[in-house]
């Protein structure tokens, strides 16, 4: 396997992260995949988009070195569920694509748990959790359990930081599925539904100490609920309409900041003390995002892209490269000048991206553009 290593410019402001910023890029891992680093561990795990006859080819792991480069030569293998993949609906729910489209680790470290994901027909059991040695490498078979939202399965979940229960949206699911886990993280018990609103959640954010969920989708709204100290949804949630804004169908936050993008801007949100939204969203001038992604120590990552004008007079212009800027947003919420900008990928857009504290690498999978 290939990887391919991008030197960091060393011209621009000091990092945030341990060592020069470096972009790592993996091998695509399909438009709706994930990556996520065990830093402990030392490991990469990809969830890839699985087609039929690839039961075997659901997640890739592979050993990150001290430099935060991967191995490239002895990547295993593992399925991304234990069932069987057939495109066949009349025998299957599963339909052309079943893919990971989150991962988290237990709070031991010692349970990797995929979020699943079908197209166009069910998962019954979106939620998979494999066992990892002390090494992080997953072992025995997975284990899969269904998680309540039957439509798309799971493109985004949390763990609670104090409470052993997993907080779970996904695509078709117009609310939040949690499960409740045992002292080892296993599920255990059946998971609990939470219905509200009429879109799709696709975006959830915590407040710092898990007392309120954020939601975005689908819609011009922004939903915000109170969880009790028992990890509970408080019903009715909150409904924030967002004017003039088509749906939020990513999140960031830092601090007391929510930031997404809608129409090729960038918003920046503020929060009260409630962490609900103050006022309206404000765009941030001069960035052409394609999406955002939560940093480490208070910043923003961000996808951009460049445009040139259409061929055609009154086509929209045309997206011809992407690259990645890492903000610091001040004590107001605005961006200023990126403290970390990537080379520019030409021709090619981000698909899922992830960032490793320790080594200050950025792990990305591309794909051709739109």
């Known amino acids: ?52 006859g690839e039961y075997e080819k659901g997640l890739f792991v592979y050993d990150i070195q001290a430099d935060g480069t991967l191995t490239g030569s002895d990547e ?22 079943r893919a990971v489209g989150c991962m988290l680790l237990s709070r031991d470290e010692h349970k990797l748990y995929l979020g699943v994901q079908g197209n166009r027909h069910s998962e019954s059991k979106t939620l998979v959790v494999y066992d990892l040695d002390d090494k992080g490498e997953p072992k025995g078979k997975p ?34 599925f949690t499960m409740p886990l045992d002292k080892a993280g296993e ?5 609990q539904t939470y219905g509200f609103g009429y879109n799709a959640k696709s975006a959830m954010i915590p407040s710092e100490k ?29 409904s924030v309409p967002i004017p003039d804004i088509k749906d939020v169908v990513q999140l960031a936050r830092v601090g007391r900041f929510l930031y997404f993008v809608d129409r090729k801007k960038l918003y920046c949100w503020p929060l009260d003390k ?20 939560e940093g480490v120590h208070s910043s923003l990552y961000v996808v951009e892209g460049e445009y040139v004008p259409a061929g055609k007079k009154g086509d929209p212009p045309k997206l011809v490269s992407t ?41 990305v999978s591309l794909g051709a553009l739109p």
């Open 1 to 52: 396997m290939r990887f391919i290593v991008h030197a960091c410019a060393l011209f621009f402001f000091p990092c945030l992260l341990l060592g020069a910023e470096q972009v790592v890029e993996v091998p695509p891992v399909s438009y709706n995949g994930a990556l996520f680093v065990n830093a402990k561990a030392r490991k990469l795990y990809a969830g890839w988009g699985q087609q039929e």
């Open 76 to 97: 295993r293998i593992y399925p991304n569920s234990p069932d069987p993949f057939i495109t066949d609906s009349e025998h299957s729910p599963t339909y052309f694509l």
């Open 143 to 176: 284990r899969g359990y269904p998680i309540g939202n039957f439509h798309l399965g799971i493109s985004h979940m949390l763990l609670d930081p104090k409470l052993d229960l997993l907080y779970t949206i996904g695509w078709g699911g117009s609310g939040l």
């Open 187 to 191: 599920p255990r018990g059946e998971p």
């Open 210 to 238: 898990y007392t309120v969920l954020i939601f975005g989708g689908q819609t011009s709204v922004l939903e915000v609920g109170d969880l009790t100290p028992d990890g509970m949804l408080q019903l009715p949630v909150t």
């Open 274 to 293: 409630e962490w609900r939204p103050v006022d309206n969203p404000k765009a941030m001038p001069g960035i052409l995002p394609i999406s955002v992604w």
């Open 323 to 363: 690259k990645i800027a890492r903000y610091k947003p001040d004590d107001k919420g605005n961006l200023g000048k990126a403290a970390y900008v990537t080379e520019t990928f030409e021709k090619k857009t981000v698909y899922t991206m992830t960032v490793d504290e320790s080594s200050g690498t950025i792990y």
